[in-house]
């Protein structure tokens, strides 16, 4: 019997490397491991500032950042068809049999999906985020993700609560979205009690300091915290424009001594900063999921959440406190915390990460996909008939521009064939990731950037075959 080939997968976002996210550490975390499990996985995302073109990333992970600049909010101007020649050109040439999306918000993921199914490629999608129905930027985002998934072949939400939201916004079939959580590396988020001050109490917040994740709700908590308990201080890692807000209420209550703004942090260095605390505060106002209060559970912290969207179904009920989004509950709930913490009513940091270990594995994140993987396969392919009934059906004035969009591509993809045909773009090669190692030569602080170096007779392969048309390759072969 003849062995199944490996899937060939495409990882596509707006958000990756070296932007640092949830988003972001899920894409490299789930690239890592399907790399481990002997898939060809390639990533495709827009550049950032000089990181352009080919570069690899450690195990070999191929990272593709196309010329096109971020339009808002990190993410490429929606133009649908000028994407077109550079994204088929990539899938050929890497043998894609998988476009695996990203992130409602991005752009680049829901254009490469439509892309592929325009090519026959199969496609999945992620989901990281909640959505309303009321606001305008709702509507519109709910019906872009409608135009993508009505012929996606499966989706993926990271909660159970997540995926109500995707099918009611979506309008798809329950059974075409399956739900696979995030995860955490418990190699990297180990507890260290010595790293925490004695007598005294830190709360730690680590999050983006924007609206949504509740910085109104943190900027009236902080003065009524610090006054009713001395031997509590704050430390803040995080930017956004709520800054300004947090920085105003530290200078009027006279708190510069306890409560402490770290600004932005490197993915590297939240561990760090999460072990110095006792207790994270999370007032998020909408939450897919929230990694942060899985890394710091991980770390050995007690967690004081908002029970908002998914977060519930995350931590047991012993390692997390839950608050209604107000001011009020979050008060009982931390000072709940609080009084645990001084009377040594708590989960021991060692216990807690085992736990979090046990629950949470990026292992088990990429053999779960795996099997999306090998179900979407096996689905036979649609006629072009049943795609444009698809598409028409998504709404009288909305179907019929679906219906033209796709009509369109379909005529953008003979006219590419005609010019380019598949037969004289040369397949990229692929390298040996089984055997090839690979150490941390360099590290630039500036922009985090890690410069690999293959150490294993392969390296000189590596280097003569992967200069793509002359674009940057991050592999370096060491002197010996």
Same mark, same amino acid.
């Given at each position: 019997?003849?062995?199944?080939? &490996? ?62 600049? &971020? ?55 992620? =989901? ?128 510069? =001594? ?121 689905? &036979? ?14 709404? &009288? ?84």
């Amino acid at each position: 019997m003849a062995m199944k080939k &490996p899937h060939r997968i495409c990882m596509v976002s707006d958000f990756f490397y070296p932007n640092m996210g949830g988003v972001e550490s899920h894409i490299y975390q789930l690239s890592q491991c399907l790399l481990e499990r002997g898939y060809k996985v390639v990533v495709v995302t827009h550049f950032y500032g000089n990181r352009r073109g080919i570069r690899y990333l450690s195990s070999g992970l191929k990272v593709y950042y196309l010329p096109f600049p &971020p339009f808002y909010n990190q993410c490429v101007l929606p133009t649908i068809f000028t994407t077109f020649p550079l994204l088929r050109n990539i899938f050929i040439r890497e043998r894609i049999t998988i476009v695996h999306g990203h992130s409602a918000f991005s752009t680049l993921a829901h254009e490469a999906m439509f892309h592929a199914r325009t090519m026959g490629l199969k496609t999945v999608f992620t =989901d990281h985020s909640l959505f309303g129905f009321a606001d305008a930027s709702s509507i519109i985002t709910n019906k872009v993700l409608k135009f993508s998934l009505v012929d996606c072949n499966h989706a993926i939400c990271v909660s159970h609560t997540s995926k109500e939201n995707t099918v009611l916004r979506g309008r798809i079939k329950p059974e075409s979205v399956s739900v696979i959580p995030n995860a955490v590396d418990s190699t990297m988020f180990v507890p260290d009690p010595s790293k925490r001050k004695p007598n005294q109490i830190t709360i730690m917040v680590v999050s983006r300091l924007v609206y949504r994740k509740g910085m109104d709700l943190l900027a009236a908590i902080i003065p009524v915290i610090t006054q009713r308990h001395p031997d509590v201080n704050f430390i803040i890692g995080g930017s956004g424009p709520k800054r300004i807000v947090l920085e105003e209420v530290r200078e009027q209550y006279q708190l510069l =001594d306890r409560v402490q703004l770290l600004g932005s942090l490197e993915h590297d260095q939240v561990r760090d900063v999460l072990v110095q605390g006792d207790i994270l505060l999370n007032t998020s106002l909408t939450e897919a999921f929230c990694i942060a209060i899985v890394e710091a559970a991980c770390c050995g912290l007690q967690v004081v959440s908002t029970r908002v969207g998914g977060v519930a179904e995350v931590l047991p009920p012993n390692l997390i406190y839950l608050a209604d989004p107000s001011v009020k509950a979050l008060l009982v709930e931390l000072e709940k915390a609080i009084a645990d913490r001084r009377s040594g009513n708590i989960v021991d940091p060692f216990e807690a990460h085992k736990i979090i270990a046990g629950l949470y594995s990026w292992r088990d994140v990429a053999r779960r996909t795996e099997i999306i993987y090998n179900t979407v396969c096996q689905v &036979p392919e649609p006629d072009l008939a049943n795609r444009l009934q698809r598409y028409y059906d998504c709404g &009288p004035v909305a179907g019929k521009l679906f219906v033209m969009a796709t009509v369109l591509n379909l005529l953008v993809f003979t006219v590419l064939q005609w010019l380019m045909p598949t037969e004289k773009i040369e397949p990229a090669p692929d390298i040996p990731l089984l055997t090839v190692k690979y150490t941390m030569l360099k590290k630039k602080k500036s922009s985090n950037e890690t410069t690999l170096c293959a150490t294993t007779r392969h390296r000189t392969k590596l280097m003569k075959g992967n200069k793509d048309s002359g674009l940057q390759v991050d592999i370096v072969e060491q002197k010996s």
